[in-house]
């Protein structure tokens, strides 16, 4: 009986603790339900927040009139966002996009140095691509020996792309099959893994896993959007939303892209902007940090690293890569902002809080005048079809190239840069190959990076170096009996007779045999003093990359013959001093020269920027003013003698080198032909200018490449004049100059 009494009460205390138990659920679930129902479905509305950046607009390029060169316009861009994207379906999708893609004929981004045909082979057409393949392989510790099947075996692998098909039941493994132990058998049929064989579309892993490798790269996460394909036309964005269900986490993004504005006239000087690559994206951030630090010396590591956070370079920046792109990039680049986005259960957007308003970058109006480039542009284009079809090749008529630079003189501006041929910004990235392999080299800025020996242009320094020394003045005459006798086998020629002639005279008929002498008296070092003091083989300041080229001189001749037994001699000053031997300099460098000669020796920095103003232009951010580099040690009865000089040689119906365009021209104009020897056996066409002669406001430099006479750059020279000034001619009329070499 106890112990029935004890089983019962057992049995009842089990039903007390169970029916507790239900009643505590019971309440809980009704507390859930009712009570603080609106809470939890707050709750799970409210689902999942995310910050991301907002991209700021780029500053624009114009012209010193305020004309566009170089803005912006609506674009549109394709972007993986990881937040919607289910982690299953990830190769799906990007299989997906690529295909639509394709069928639309749009690329993507993928700079997997791998190509994407059979067979695979490694890219090692550029130094990047050899670093990234290495790159490649470190990280994924792949042998650094391995070919590239291997590593792209290593990715399909790593990616879940590489598939084995079983023969016998058509099971699919997913991965390698490989690293599988021998006694691995099908799941489904139990063969072994000699019945089972790759059946992955090679092609279109590799590009899955070209977007898969680019997506680790730049970061691509839940709160950064991977972009995938830039600037894609309307058409294709309507297409890919109306495959949105299909192709959850593909998007498309509203944002800004660059329009060039004429984008033949000043390709070189504005240059082009394009994706940041590893290499920018680590040394670029490397001196924002390090920039950071010097201006907060005092900051923590944690105060350091949240404002490197906000200025960073993101793996989706554009950034500029050449030109005032590139030199100005501080400047154009604007500052991100930031926007919170929160969506419900079902991915559903809620919300979009605004945390950080992005602010566009700054606007660079530059000093470039466009009907003056274009005036230039023109003329050159002109020129060398005129000189085809007048002159036979070796006088001439193969001339190929020409480089134009027109500086102010009172303020150092560029108004003009221009390199024919061109070509055009807004084919720069689709037919680069095709540029890049034009034997004419149309990318290279040849007024910044191409050196060229002056020739006679060069014989102001001479004759300025000769009269600040003291070993002649306005009044010396030097005797011209045509050969130049020094007492060796060497007696080089001056190109006429001209008897007992001045610094004038001589500057005029561009003597030779003058120069030979006053270049003699001076010695070489003084030579070298003046041509550096007037901008020759130094820096002209200006925001580009420039070469500096190089002044003949004993140093340099060593230097350049380094393991010859040749040796400097008295000759080489000759020379030297007529702008030959070892003498090369940049058109910017000649026309740097030539405005530092219109202004009396003050020599300006050469500068393409105007000034800084806000993306809107309402306000001015820096105006940049004339900065003087030098002031050149000589007397301003020096430079007039020069002045007067050049002057004659346009002036001189009779004898004056430029006479043929600026004889009977409006403007007085000073002017320097020369015609120095160029690699090859032609003779290219050097040509510097200065109007009004006697209160200058503008400097010109023209190179011509094969041009055989320096009088072939003055109808260039005259093309930017009549524009400058008002003349406006529609066309260049080449006159006759009876076949004669003009120096």
């Known amino acids: 009986m106890d112990e029935k009494q004890t089983h019962k009460g057992r049995a009842f205390l089990l039903a007390a603790i169970i029916v507790t138990i239900f009643i505590g659920f019971a309440l809980k679930l009704m507390q859930y339900q009712v009570v603080n129902a609106e809470q939890y479905q707050q709750m799970a509305q409210r689902g999942y927040s995310s910050v991301q950046s907002i991209d700021a607009a780029r500053g624009e390029l114009l012209d010193r009139y305020g004309r566009p060169l170089a803005v912006n316009e609506v674009s549109y861009d394709v972007i993986i966002n990881e937040a919607y994207l289910p982690s299953k379906m990830k190769n799906t999708v990007i299989e997906r996009i690529i295909t639509l893609m394709e069928q639309e004929g749009q690329t993507w981004i993928d700079t997997l140095p791998i190509s994407t045909e059979e067979p695979f082979t490694f890219l090692t057409e550029t130094d990047a691509q050899k670093r990234q393949i ?75 896993a070209g977007v898969r490798y680019q997506m680790e790269i730049y970061g691509s996460s839940d709160s950064t959007p991977y972009t ?124 979009t809080e605004i945390i950080k308003q992005a602010k566009p970058g700054n606007t660079i109006v530059t000093t470039l005048d466009k009907d003056l480039q274009r005036a230039a542009l023109e003329a050159s284009a002109e020129f060398l079809e005129m000189a085809k079809k007048q002159y036979a090749p070796e006088l001439g008529g193969s001339a190929d190239r020409i480089s134009v630079v027109a500086q102010d003189v009172k303020t150092g501006e ?14 720069y990235y689709t037919k680069y190959s095709e540029l890049s392999a034009d034997p004419l080299n149309p990318l290279l800025n040849y007024c910044t990076q191409g050196i060229y020996m002056p020739g006679s242009i060069y014989k102001p320094v001479t004759g300025i170096g000769a009269m600040a020394a003291g070993v002649i003045d306005s009044n010396t005459l030097i005797d011209c009996r045509q050969v130049y006798q020094t007492g060796t086998s060497y007696n080089p020629r001056c190109l006429g007779l001209h008897g007992p002639i001045d610094l004038q005279y001589a500057l005029m008929v561009s003597c030779n045999y003058f120069f030979y002498e006053a270049g003699n008296r001076q010695g070489i070092d003084n030579i070298v003093k003046y041509s550096e003091q007037l901008g020759m083989g130094t820096s002209s300041g200006i925001e580009l990359s420039e070469s500096l080229g190089h002044i003949s001189s004993p140093k340099y001749f060593a230097a350049a013959r380094e393991g010859s037994d040749q040796q400097w001699t008295f000759g080489n000053v000759l020379q030297s001093a007529i702008g030959q031997l070892d003498n090369a300099f940049t058109p910017l460098q000649m026309a740097n020269y030539t405005a530092t000669l219109a202004n009396n020796g003050t020599r300006l920095r050469s500068h393409l920027v105007k000034s800084i103003e806000s993306y809107n232009l309402e306000e001015t951010i820096e105006m940049i003013e004339p900065e003087a580099l030098n002031q050149v040690e000589a007397s301003q009865e020096v430079f007039e003698q020069v002045r007067q000089g050049m002057l004659r040689a346009s002036r001189d119906t009779a004898r004056g080198t430029a006479r043929y365009y600026f004889g009977d021209y409006p403007i007085d104009v000073a002017s320097k032909t020369g015609t120095p020897q160029a690699t090859g056996g032609d003779d290219n066409a050097t040509f510097i200018a200065y109007a009004p002669a006697n209160d200058p406001e503008i400097a010109v430099a023209v190179v011509v490449e094969k041009g055989y006479s320096g009088q072939r750059g003055a109808p260039i020279a005259k093309a930017i004049f009549n524009e400058y000034f008002g003349l406006n001619e529609e066309t260049i009329q080449q006159q006759n100059t009876d076949g004669q070499l003009i120096p």
């Open 414 to 427: 560029i108004l003009a840069m221009v390199n024919y041929p061109t070509y055009d910004l807004s084919d």
């Open 228 to 351: 995938f394909s830039k600037n894609i036309p309307i058409d294709v964005v309507v297409k890919i939303r109306e495959y949105s269900q299909q192709m959850p986490g593909v998007e498309i993004k509203e944002t800004t892209s660059r329009r060039y504005v004429d984008g033949t006239l000043a390709p070189h000087a504005i240059g082009v902007v394009g994706s940041i690559n590893q290499e920018e994206y680590e040394s670029n951030n490397q001196a924002i940090k390090e920039k950071i630090e010097a201006e907060h010396p005092d900051w923590t590591e944690q105060q350091i690293n949240e404002e490197y956070q906000e200025r960073k370079y993101g793996y989706n920046d554009m950034i500029g890569k050449s030109g005032l792109e590139y030199a100005m990039e501080d400047q154009l680049r604007g500052q991100r902002g930031k926007k919170r986005i929160t969506t419900d259960s079902k991915g559903n957007v809620l919300s």
């Open 134 to 208: 290495e790159r490649l392989k470190t990280e994924k510790n792949i042998n650094l020996d391995a070919t590239a099947e291997v590593t792209l075996n290593n990715l399909l692998a790593d990616y879940k792309l590489m598939k084995w098909t079983c023969a016998q039941c058509g099971f699919v493994y997913t991965g390698n099959l490989d690293k599988e132990s021998a006694k691995y058998r099908c799941p489904e049929c139990g063969a072994g893994k000699e019945q089972f064989h790759r059946s992955e579309d090679a092609v279109m892993a590799r590009k899955v």
